[in-house]
């Protein structure tokens, strides 16, 4: 059991890493316009995800779960909602890495944890604890100050954190494997893209003669889009949800340092302050779910009760 989990913990870790890592991958291929990078992912994690189904046996169970899905219309509506946000969320990533906001998408998944919380109060009805409440107000105070001091809405943050957590939000509703679900995904996709790639983008076709450099890691965006995800799933698997949590900050803290250090954007006073927020309002998030800060709460509302009875 013990090895099963340092198991799980090295694919999840190696999961986050990838994905930390990720913009230095983008930033190789950011002369391609972020459309044409978009369609390309599609296409190639599509090809990838099938090749990975047929070798781990599981092409003709993907085939049965595609089939009950056709046929559910709940789960085919929450599926294409799901394709459209994670679409929205890799192609706003791809853009603000090729335009200097690695720091900005770094912003944007730490922010993703809280987001997720809020649409689950909103959707799912979930309660939250005082401690909670407070972390998701130092979050807002955290972009608040980068519209007033910096003079302009963090979109891009913004997209990256809501996109990814209604796509969580939808898989959890559908509830659709890992390997499924991106499958499914890519080829719900699959015509758009590659109508796109080869009429609408003459520059970079999909079935030019010769392999260049350029298509050689378009391709590779199929394996930069599947790997993380397949280690991240086997790491899910073996170990307790809160500990992918706390993992789950990796790869924003990579994205950062190679926002901050690697590609030399501007990271101001400001930027530290509205980062300081975020990072206070998620560790009190993390902690809020300890057993010391439940006893906290549950000591204070039950001596309100008790005092207003």
Known sequence: MKNEQQLGISYAMSAYLLWGLLPLYWKLIDTVPADVVLAHRIIWSFVLMTVILFC???FEPFLVELKTIMTSPKQLLGLLLATIFISANWYTYIWAVANDLVIETSLGYYMNPLVSVLLGIIFLKERLSIWQIIALILACLGVMNMVFNVGHVPWAALMLAFSFAFYGLLKKV????????LTIETLLLLPFALLYVQFFKANVTLFSSGLSV?????IGAGVATAVPLLLFASGARRIPLFMIGFLQYIAPTITLILGVFIFQEPFTKVHLISFMFIWSA??????AKTKSFMYLETKYFTKKKSFEG
């Not at 559908?174 to 679900?181: D, E, F, I, K, R």
């Not at 350029?214 to 378009?218: I, S």
Request: proline residues 0%; aromatic residues 4%.
């Open 214 to 218: 350029e298509m050689a890691l378009l």
């Open 56 to 58: 781990l046996h599981k």
């Open 282 to 287: 998620l560790v009190l998030f993390s902690v």
């Open 174 to 181: 559908v509830n659709v494997g890992a390997l499924t679900g």
